[in-house]
């Protein structure tokens, strides 16, 4: 069994409890307009320009099981003294159950923590036993309004929050996220159709994202057009209010 990774990325803190490796897998359903790796989003290898004489290489390729457990293997010692592990990002590794079942299943006989990074788009049974193998999910929810989720992702947000409700109702460890992005919902009356959306689902714990540019460069590489081109990316100070209202409901909302 071999799956289409684009990345495996060593020492990252941000991405779960301690030191994590992050394995980035390649395919997505969804298709945000200010995704940040948006190589990510086709389901097969692509070509990226690189430098000025305009050389192509392939942004991703096939690996084993074998050979992406090995490579997590060889920070055991960092995950075991900082309580880390191993985090399957993308793209979305649903995309690619087969392989991140396996994935998960190898590290956890090796006692590794292991953790998901997900839209939570998949069918219901496809999303329950992925789930089910790992310690933890870091679950992104992009907008509480369906009509306004569709216009930013391309997707209805309905088996999203189903998945949500599901795993919640497990007691799965979830931490939810919310990528905060100009013009789309960051407004006052977004931060407040957030809280209304966590309280009716019980959540009292949740991370903010805020907008950055740190992809805009892969979508010259990729020569495709990017709709946020120039918008200022936002700093703490930028949604601090937005973070207060959600606070004011008695939610634990932090960076």
Same mark, same amino acid.
């Given at each position: 069994?071999?799956?289409?990774?684009?990345?495996?990325?060593?020492?990252?803190?941000? !991405?779960?409890?301690?030191? %994590?490796?992050?394995?980035?897998?390649?395919?997505?359903?969804?298709?945000?307009?200010?995704?940040?790796?948006?190589?990510? @989003?086709?389901?097969?290898?692509?070509?990226?320009?690189?430098?000025?004489?305009?050389?192509?290489?392939?942004?991703? /390729?096939?690996?084993?099981?074998?050979?992406?457990?090995?490579?997590?293997? @060889?920070?055991?010692?960092?995950?075991?003294?900082?309580?880390?592990?191993?985090?399957?990002?993308?793209?979305?590794?649903?995309? @690619?159950?087969?392989?991140?079942?396996?994935?998960?299943?190898?590290?956890?006989?090796?006692?590794?923590? =292991?953790?998901?990074?997900?839209?939570?788009?998949?069918?219901? !049974?496809?999303?329950?036993?992925?789930?089910?193998?790992?310690?933890?999910?870091?679950? !992104?929810?992009?907008?509480?309004? !369906?009509?306004?989720?569709?216009?930013?992702?391309?997707?209805?947000?309905?088996?999203?929050?189903?998945?949500?409700?599901?795993?919640?109702?497990?007691?799965?460890?979830?931490?939810?996220?919310?990528?905060?992005? $100009?013009?789309?919902?960051?407004?006052?009356?977004?931060?407040?159709?957030?809280?209304?959306?966590? =309280?009716?689902?019980?959540? /009292?714990?949740?991370?903010?994202? $805020?907008?950055?540019?740190?992809?805009?460069?892969?979508?010259?590489?990729?020569?495709?057009?990017?709709?946020?081109?120039?918008?200022?990316?936002?700093? /703490?100070?930028?949604?601090?209010?937005? %973070?207060?209202?959600?606070?004011?409901?008695?939610?634990?909302?932090?960076?």
């Amino acid at each position: 069994m071999r799956g289409l990774l684009f990345n495996i990325q060593k020492f990252s803190l941000h !991405d779960g409890p301690g030191i %994590r490796t992050v394995v980035f897998f390649k395919g997505c359903p969804l298709a945000c307009k200010w995704c940040s790796n948006p190589e990510s @989003q086709r389901a097969e290898p692509c070509l990226m320009g690189d430098g000025p004489d305009s050389r192509l290489y392939s942004d991703s /390729r096939l690996y084993s099981i074998e050979e992406t457990l090995q490579i997590c293997f @060889q920070d055991r010692l960092f995950y075991e003294e900082s309580g880390g592990g191993v985090t399957l990002s993308g793209g979305e590794a649903l995309t @690619q159950s087969a392989f991140a079942a396996a994935l998960l299943d190898g590290l956890r006989a090796e006692h590794i923590h =292991t953790a998901i990074e997900t839209s939570g788009y998949a069918r219901p !049974d496809v999303f329950t036993e992925i789930a089910a193998r790992a310690d933890m999910l870091l679950f !992104d929810i992009k907008h509480y309004d !369906d009509r306004r989720h569709v216009e930013g992702t391309g997707v209805h947000n309905g088996p999203i929050l189903a998945n949500l409700k599901a795993a919640l109702d497990t007691g799965k460890n979830v931490l939810v996220r919310m990528p905060v992005i $100009p013009g789309y919902n960051n407004s006052l009356e977004d931060a407040r159709g957030f809280a209304a959306l966590l =309280t009716g689902m019980g959540i /009292r714990r949740t991370q903010l994202l $805020p907008f950055h540019q740190f992809g805009e460069k892969k979508y010259d590489l990729l020569n495709i057009p990017y709709t946020l081109r120039g918008v200022p990316q936002l700093h /703490r100070e930028d949604v601090e209010g937005f %973070r207060a209202i959600i606070a004011q409901a008695g939610i634990e909302c932090f960076f």
